[in-house]
């Protein structure tokens, strides 16, 4: 221990951090081996501390040690001598993973024996500035400095980073001069949110996120660092095989270096907001590159699974813009993936076991003392289990490998006497999903498994059983989950829901659900958007509904026409109009765009405003009606006075007798009203948050569960409320903005008779207005 301590020091390694290396032992035999190796290069004594540094660097980063003492001889003869080029090295090393490797690809790859010399800094960086001048002379030392940067760094791969930021401050200093008072001021907040806001959401375009990148050019080339296909080997964690070079050249010649992706849903439930974040990385990714993605359901449980489930399933996928390349099934793979159990079990991979259920959950299960039967035996047996010769839960298939969680031997085959959707009484043993994902990944020659953070615990057991039956290997890559505050989307407890009768089914726009969502009015642009701004992060995010409103709200501004509406109605009559009088009121759909085109509605004597719109005794701050304060009606061109206020005999206000006068001519009123003439009568629903607390299943937050923080007040009902007769041929799921309410979709309960209308959301407050 003392000399291996001495030889770290020797090298550079403060005690401390020699220390700390020795307590790794898989790094301290690395390091100790690396610096041997360079050591007969240069003696004990060569070894200076540059390039220990190096030799550090190299061993703690290097995951194939056959390749330890190549590049460790490439460090000590110095043909490696700077961290730019060690990553070169690494990165070479770990995409060459077969012998010999080629010297002069590798050397022309790490640039040994390229010399940058000032004059070619010089003039990298001059030409870069150039490139920018007139930019740079406007912004001064608010642009952004890493653009040039990067660009000189572009153009000369391995010059030193810290000569060329010397020559790029001095060549701005040159140019620009001394920072002034107004240089070394922060860049306006109005600027900046200018900058991010550049691009606008358009449904198949590019979703604009809040950090100013489209969720396309998120997804695109480089963005993600994702291996490029039939770079399989060159990620982390990926398993190589004396096969795996020959398994990708054959699937590269099945797909032609196309990406591949997939959207696995399981068929029983519905898809909720988490879904669409899954079903924009997936489809959106190969979109982005010209790839393609499959729908594949993951129909290996029969006794869950119902039709509707499917068909809802796709239309939430297209609802949202994207169209499968192909629908597949697990189950089309039904007899492909009893042949490989059975091929599993002759490699010695997989046994039949008889443990019950029970016996296996839980923590530190005990190993099942049929593990080592023989293999003929197994083979025999699990003949036996697809015959239906055992009853449910008194044989397993189980696979002999220990996952990343500690879970011994997962399940690969069960029974279910229970027929299948698409295959019936076909079969009755069903693959679990640890044996299934990755080999329907294999057969469809997925090159990229996307699937959330909780999977990454299977993401070993997904290269082992490809490899334990030398298939063809995807690379699975993890993202991280996108959950919401003040819901469930528990499959489980939504039904429970449902079941009680809290909500009326998956669609109940109180829910989260992708159907409840479309139900409520949210425009699949919006959702789109919102799984955007929330970013393709590896972390598990948990947002508050208000920022998917948010979108909501930026997408209805632009597409959702005006239309005015009347939810709690109060009778005026204009005395001083005739009593037939009636007359055509253009509205414009969108005011702030008048071209987009406008609608009549009816001026007629008697008109509705609402009751919060008038109050009998003046407050102050108050701005609307009162009986000594007139106000506008929108786009009608009239004020109205109140000449007398009519009520019922419990004293309530049930009608206002005003007189009129034109806008043009009488004092402008300190508000403007919306209001109704002839309206519809309709039904409108309120919504608001389905729980009382921001995380219902948190027994910290509800200690009764989640059922007893139902908020009652989550539904509003008005049967009779009054909208004008420009929404009279709406169709289900049409959307308006009913001014100075809220934005509003039609409910597919409507009838001829009588439309209903959700409330999608509100909009958006302002705090001024009373």
Not at 79 to 100: N, S, W, Y
Not at 468 to 493: F, H, I
Not at 614 to 629: A, D, H, N
Not at 632 to 641: K, M, P
């Amino acid at each position: 221990m003392a000399d291996t301590m001495t030889l770290f020091t020797s090298i550079g390694l403060s005690e401390q951090k020699a220390k700390e290396t020795l307590k790794n032992e898989a790094l301290s035999s690395a390091l100790k081996d690396a610096i041997t190796q360079a050591q007969r290069v240069h003696g004990p004594s060569g070894v200076d501390k540059a390039m220990g540094t190096l030799l550090y660097s190299m061993a703690s980063r290097l995951k194939d040690l056959k390749r330890l003492a190549f590049l460790s001889d490439s460090i000590a003869q110095r043909k490696i001598c700077t961290e730019l080029q060690l990553a070169a090295a690494l990165d070479f090393v770990k995409g060459h993973p077969q012998d010999p490797i080629n010297q002069n690809e590798f050397e022309e790859a790490c640039g040994v024996g390229v010399v940058i010399t000032p004059e070619q800094i010089e003039d990298a960086v001059e030409s870069v500035i150039k490139k920018h001048k007139e930019q740079l002379v406007k912004e001064r030392y608010h642009f952004n400095m890493g653009l040039l940067m990067g660009e000189a760094r572009a153009a000369l791969k391995w010059a030193d980073g810290k000569v060329i930021k010397n020559e790029v401050d001095m060549q701005v200093l040159h140019l620009l001069g001394p920072k002034t008072e107004a240089d070394l001021e922060k860049k306006p907040k109005v600027m900046l949110q200018q900058e991010l806001n550049q691009s606008i959401f358009s449904f198949n375009r590019e979703v604009t996120t809040g950090e100013g990148k489209s969720l396309m050019e998120q997804l695109r080339g480089e963005a993600l660092k994702f291996h490029k296909p039939g770079e399989n080997f060159k990620t982390e964690g990926y398993v190589v095989t004396p096969n795996t070079m020959s398994l990708i050249k054959k699937h590269l010649e099945i797909t032609g270096g196309q990406i591949r992706t997939r959207f696995p849903p399981e068929p029983n439930g519905i898809l909720h907001i988490g879904h669409a974040k899954a079903i924009n990385f997936n489809f959106g990714y190969a979109k982005a590159n010209n790839g393609i993605c499959f729908l594949r359901y993951d129909d290996t449980n029969p006794e869950k699974e119902e039709e509707k489930y499917f068909t809802a399933i796709r239309d939430m996928v297209e609802w949202l813009g994207y169209k499968p390349y192909d629908v597949t099934h697990a189950s089309d793979n039904f007899q492909q993936l009893y042949d490989l159990a059975v091929d599993l079990i002759r490699r010695g991979h997989a046994y039949v076991c008889h443990q019950r259920g029970e016996e296996l959950k839980g923590h530190n299960v005990p190993p099942s003392p049929w593990r080592d039967r023989p293999i003929e035996e197994s083979l025999v047996l699990f003949e036996r289990m697809k015959k239906g010769l055992f009853a449910e839960g008194e044989a397993t298939l189980r696979m002999k490998m220990v996952m990343e969680d500690g879970k011994m031997d997962p399940v690969a085959y069960r029974i279910k006497y229970t027929a299948h959707h698409r295959t019936g009484d076909e079969w009755c043993i069903y693959p679990t999903y640890d044996y299934t994902h990755c080999l329907c990944d294999s057969i469809e020659n997925i090159t990229h498994s996307l699937c959330t953070k909780e999977f990454q615990a299977r993401r070993s057991s997904y290269y082992w059983l490809c490899n334990a039956l030398d298939v063809y290997c995807p690379v699975q890559w993890e993202y991280g989950r996108l959950n919401l505050t003040y819901t469930v989307v528990s499959k489980r407890k939504i039904i429970r829901l449902v079941e009680t009768g809290v909500v009326r089914d998956w669609d109940d726009p109180r829910l989260f659900t992708l159907t409840a969502l479309r139900r409520r009015g949210f425009p699949s642009e919006a959702v789109n958007n919102f799984c955007a701004r929330v970013g393709v992060t590896v972390s598990q995010t948990t947002t508050e509904p208000h920022l998917l409103e948010s979108c909501v709200r930026e997408v209805l501004n632009d597409t959702a026409p005006r239309a005015m509406a009347v939810l709690e109605p109060l009778k005026v009559t204009i005395t001083n109009l005739p009593e037939n009088s009636r007359s055509d009121v253009r509205v414009p759909d969108f005011p702030a765009n008048e071209a987009k085109g406008s609608h009549t509605v009816p001026f007629t004597r008697t008109i509705f405003i609402e009751q919060s719109d008038f109050r009998e005794v003046m407050e102050k701050g108050y701005k609307r009606l009162t009986p000594e304060q007139p106000v506008g009606l929108r786009h009608a061109g009239y004020v109205i006075s109140v000449q007398k206020v009519i009520k019922d005999a419990q004293g309530k206000v049930v009608e206002l007798e005003v007189n009129c006068c034109s806008s043009e001519t009488a004092e402008k009123p300190k508000a403007f009203i919306h209001w109704v003439g002839q309206p519809l009568v309709c039904e409108v629903r309120l919504y608001e948050r389905l729980f009382l607390h921001k995380h219902p299943e948190d027994p910290s937050e509800v200690p009764k569960g989640f059922l007893s923080d139902i908020n009652p007040h989550s539904l509003q009902v008005i049967s009779s409320a009054l909208v004008d007769i420009s929404v009279k041929g709406a169709k289900v799921f049409d959307k308006y903005q009913f001014e100075r309410v809220g934005y509003f979709s039609l409910d597919p309960d409507s009838t001829a008779d009588k439309l209903v209308f959700n409330r999608t959301v509100t909009l958006k407050e302002d705090p001024g207005k009373i």
